[in-house]
C-alpha cells in the first residue's frame, strides 16, 4: 500500500491550495481516506476525513477546507481556502480499510510521507 501527497507549498493568508492524495496497492473503495496534519511542536490532528460519500472536517476548517474522493482514479483531494498562519503544518494522507473515519491518527495504519503547507506573508 502507497499513499503520495503532492500540492503543498507556500501560499499567503487568505490564498487557497488543493492537496491530492494518489493510492496504490488497495482496493480504494474499500478505504476510509483521511488528512492530517502536524504543526511544530504540537501533536498530530485530523483535518478531514472520507467514506463512501460521508465527509468529517476539524471544526476551525469547516466552511473553508473540502474532501473529495475519485474512486475511478484513486485519488483524494484536499481543497483549501482562505487559508490562515495557523494552518502551516504537514498533512499527512491517511488509510484505513473499512467504513469508518476514525478520529485519532494510531487509527490509520498506512500514511504518506507528508507534504508541507506554510500560509505565511
Known amino acids: 500500500v502507497q499513499l503520495v501527497e503532492s500540492g503543498g507549498g507556500l501560499v499567503q493568508p487568505g490564498g487557497s491550495l488543493r492537496l491530492s492524495c494518489a493510492a496504490s496497492g488497495i482496493t480504494f473503495d474499500e478505504y476510509a481516506i483521511g488528512w492530517f496534519r502536524q504543526a511544530p511542536g504540537k501533536g498530530r490532528e485530523r483535518v478531514s476525513c472520507i467514506v463512501g460519500r460521508d465527509s468529517y472536517y476539524l471544526p476551525p476548517v469547516k466552511g473553508r477546507f473540502t474532501i473529495s474522493r475519485d474512486d475511478a482514479k484513486n485519488i483524494v483531494h484536499l481543497e483549501m481556502h482562505s487559508l490562515k498562519p495557523e494552518d502551516t503544518a504537514v498533512y499527512y494522507c491517511?488509510?484505513?480499510?473499512?467504513?469508518?473515519?476514525?478520529?485519532?491518527?494510531?487509527?490509520?495504519?498506512?500514511w504518506g510521507q507528508g507534504t508541507q503547507v506554510t500560509v505565511s506573508s
Open positions: 491517511v488509510a484505513r480499510r473499512g467504513r469508518l473515519c476514525y478520529f485519532h491518527s494510531h487509527e490509520f495504519p498506512t
